[in-house]
């Protein structure tokens, strides 16, 4: 007889022998899921063609965010329609929101692919299974991330838009692969002779059932857009109990980002001798008081705030239009403005105006919201507002309209 | 042990095409992930990538399966599939909402950053779920005692 052992190794064995237990049940699992509709190829196709649907929603919407972000050149920010952004970033926010039930159902109902044996057969099914650590794992990872920012959380070492985006190019560029290897399988898997559940399948009652399996899937899906989209969709805002913004709450009666404390404007912001430079390519610099700026003429504007993080609010502004002030100093046509504020030294601390939304009748520099000064945290005294911009480049507490 | 559905040979023109277009657009996202995002972060963004996906393989996904196998064991045929549609739906929002239950965003000084109490939103949505899979067996329980 061995000695009796310690209790660290009893422990490690009662563990070790926990993860055994758990995988023979696995196997045997995997094992009986062969007669399962909700784990066989149609399943999987149906999951896969919803999913392949959500990731290219998300896919466009953030390319066009993310050039709206950090402009390419070849590519102009238009000033119209207004509330673009704000759509296309809301659906891109609550299309991810609706993929992360759809990609655990997906891969719940292939879990027993994974399972295998011999985890390949030839060189082309290697590849094909190799491509899926990109898929999985980037596509978990774009979700996880995403969820995180929409959160104010970041748990990354590393920069999230960055890293969302060109993870997006790798997770799509395994989508392909994966699409490629699987077309045929998908159209036989769709194709009607497949639509009767296998015969061997369990009695119905159990819930092995590819059709309320599905049904559930959209039912979690729907349930999170539910709880999440008022962030955004003001009507139902008050359903919104996982939303991490409401359209309604914060300063002035709606969501801040970076706040005059985090910017740390708040002296600045209050002096005396606020001043507003226009200056670049134009025939008369000018530098101008707040007295200044409302002599030449305030005009109104509806225009949202279209935060990256998908909550949006829409707010009547009254300030004095950019291109009044273009037109004073003389610009130059076919110049952008670039825009800087108090806070520098922060990525987000400017932004341009390409020429169409420079010269657009609603993008102004903002004194007032809803016929109140603007507040510190919302840019006071001055802050750019304009039409289909992301949130981030409406910048506040301006100080310089250069134009190049 | 019966041979489980092994995944089929892929089509071989749609693979190829496929590899080849994907494989590019892989590429160029592996290549500016390296120019992008700093000395070292490319390493820590591949320990993420492939972390996640092991998190899910070796733990989340078993987790699901043997509590489902737990749930097939306990409860009677009947009360099956609402119980185990329910614990699933509760378990996405439970893993959805973790970050803002525990307010890991919420800045001080911003009233605007996940203005709820989350717990409170997560139980009222459990609540739903589980008075809506209780409404399912009633119905289903009704319906067969009226067909008997």
Not at chain 1, 183 to 198: E, K
Not at chain 2, 60 to 71: D, F, S
Request: charged share 15%.
């Amino acid at each position: 007889m061995t000695a009796p052992p310690t209790g660290g190794v009893t422990m490690n064995g009662a563990v070790a022998g926990a993860i055994r237990g758990a995988i023979g049940k696995l196997f045997a699992w995997r094992d009986r899921t062969d007669a399962d509709p909700r784990h066989d190829e149609r399943t999987a196709a149906i999951l896969g063609i919803a999913l392949g649907a959500t990731f290219a929603i998300c896919f466009l919407t953030g390319l066009y965010s993310h050039l709206a972000q950090h402009p390419e050149p070849w590519f102009h920010l238009p000033a119209s329609p207004a509330g673009l952004y704000r759509v296309t970033q809301g659906v891109h926010v609550a299309t991810g929101i609706a993929a992360v039930p759809l990609l655990l159902a997906k891969l719940w109902a292939v879990f027993p692919r994974l399972l295998a044996w011999p985890p390949f057969v030839g060189a082309a099914n290697a590849i094909e299974r190799l491509a899926l650590l990109p898929l999985v794992g980037g596509a978990l990872f774009m979700l996880f991330s995403g969820v995180a920012n929409i959160d104010l959380w970041y748990p990354l070492p590393f920069f999230f838009p960055i890293a969302h985006y060109w993870v997006a190019w790798i997770t799509i560029g395994a989508l392909v692969v994966h699409i490629g290897a699987k077309i045929t399988t998908t159209r036989q898997a769709l194709s009607s002779s497949h639509a009767v559940p296998a015969a061997a399948g369990p009695p119905p009652g159990d819930g092995h059932d590819r059709r309320r399996f599905l049904t559930a899937v959209g039912a979690g899906a729907g349930l999170l857009t539910l709880v999440t989209v008022g962030q955004t969709v003001a009507p139902l805002q008050r359903l919104g109990l996982l939303a991490p913004r409401h359209p309604d709450t914060g300063t002035q009666g709606f969501p801040v980002n970076r706040t005059a404390e985090e910017a740390g404007i708040i002296e600045k912001a209050q002096m005396a001798d606020y001043r507003l430079a226009v200056k670049g390519r134009v025939a008369t610099p000018l530098d101008l008081s707040l007295d200044d700026l409302r002599a030449v003429g305030l005009n109104e504007a509806t225009l949202s705030i279209a935060c990256v993080e998908g909550w949006s609010a829409t707010k009547r502004w009254r300030g004095v239009r950019v291109r009044d002030l273009l037109a004073m100093a003389g610009a130059e046509p076919g110049t952008s403005v670039y825009v800087t504020g108090l806070e520098q030294g922060w990525l987000y601390g400017q932004s341009t105006l390409d020429e169409d939304q420079s010269r657009a009748a609603d993008t102004l520099l903002a004194m007032e919201v809803n016929g109140e000064p603007l507040a510190l945290d919302h840019g006071f005294p001055l802050r750019l507002i304009g039409p289909n911009r992301p949130g981030v480049m409406q910048t506040k507490w301006v100080t310089t309209l250069e134009v190049r | 042990m019966t041979a489980p559905a092994h995944p089929r040979g892929p089509s071989r023109v749609g693979f190829w095409i496929g590899l080849t277009i994907g494989g590019a657009v892989m590429a160029y996202g592996v290549r500016g992930a390296l120019d992008g995002l700093g000395t070292g972060n490319p390493t820590k963004l591949a320990v993420w990538v492939v972390g996640l996906d092991l998190a899910h393989d070796l733990v989340l996904a078993p987790i699901v399966v043997i509590v489902g196998l737990l749930l097939g064991r306990l409860l009677p045929v009947r009360l099956r599939g609402p119980v185990r549609t329910a614990a699933a739906m509760s378990g996405l929002v439970v893993l959805f909402s973790w970050p803002l239950i525990r307010a890991f965003g919420r800045r001080p000084g911003n009233s605007s950053t996940l203005p709820l109490n989350y717990a409170h939103s997560v139980a009222i949505v459990l609540a739903a779920i589980w008075l809506t899979a209780a409404i399912v067996v009633g119905i289903r329980w009704r319906r067969s005692s009226v067909a008997d």
